[in-house]
């Protein structure tokens, strides 16, 4: 069976520092892959999306960045954190693209 | 581009009621699918419809995907405690190359014991 990870579970860093969120995912081969952040205002907002390895889609400008470095495996980065990066991450993977799971997801506090 | 208006945004109810929230578009989708998120964790998959009419239950909840393509409906039976959290309906019309979906703000669900 499929599974997905997401690390650290938790992250309070401070206004400037980089970040680095991890996903990988487990017993399937070539996923779609995607970052999503979720606001205090419950509304899911994509911000990158994979259909391969060294593929990214970007789909909001901003101070983000995503890598797929292996095939199972996506990063989300950031050089210099704002106050406004705080939030809840969701990596997602889908084989057909007509489903989607999610990850247990990782909570950014910015200070 | 695509959005979809997804109501009640929040309904309180007493244990044993059912419950009905609906999800609508200004466009046509060719999958439907329904999310419940219990606090601090990720979306869990719950039901998935892929042909208009479409009538499929998982336990107590039942989800229809709308003869118009441009609605879906979710019913959950003899709500329960556990019921609780937050329910997103999303949309995906996979013309082409499209691989994203399309979420609602979410309906906030609360169950008095």
């Known amino acids: 069976s499929q599974t997905i990870h997401q690390w650290p579970a938790t992250l309070v860093q401070p206004v400037g520092s980089p970040l680095s969120l991890e996903c990988t995912v487990e017993?399937?081969?070539?996923?779609?892959l995607y970052w999503y952040r979720q606001a205090a205002g419950r509304g899911l907002q994509l911000l990158f999306y994979s259909v391969g390895i060294g593929q990214i889609s970007s789909e909001v400008p901003q101070n983000l960045s995503a890598s797929r470095p292996q095939d199972r495996q996506f990063i989300l980065s950031s050089k210099k954190l704002l106050l406004s990066d705080s939030g809840f991450y969701l990596c997602?993977?889908?084989?057909?693209?007509?489903?989607?799971?999610f990850g247990p997801g990782t909570r950014l506090t910015v200070t | 581009g695509q959005q979809l208006n997804q109501s009640p945004q929040s309904m309180f109810i007493q244990e044993g009621e059912d419950v009905s929230m609906n999800c609508t578009s200004s466009?046509?989708?060719?999958?439907w699918l329904w999310y419940k998120q219990d606090p601090g964790e990720g979306p869990v998959l719950l039901i998935a419809l892929y042909k208009a009419g479409e009538l499929t239950s998982n336990g107590r909840l039942t989800a229809q995907f709308g003869i118009t393509r441009k609605d879906s409906f979710l019913n959950i039976s003899a709500s329960i405690p556990s019921d609780v959290g937050i329910y997103f309906c999303?949309?995906?019309?996979?013309?082409?190359?499209?691989?994203?979906?399309?979420f609602g703000k979410g309906t906030l669900l609360t169950v008095n014991p």
């Open positions: 999303a949309g995906l019309n996979s013309g082409g190359s499209n691989y994203k979906l399309t």
């Open positions: 017993g399937t081969s070539n996923p779609n």
């Open positions: 997602a993977w889908s084989v057909s693209v007509r489903k989607q799971y």
């Open positions: 466009s046509i989708f060719n999958t």
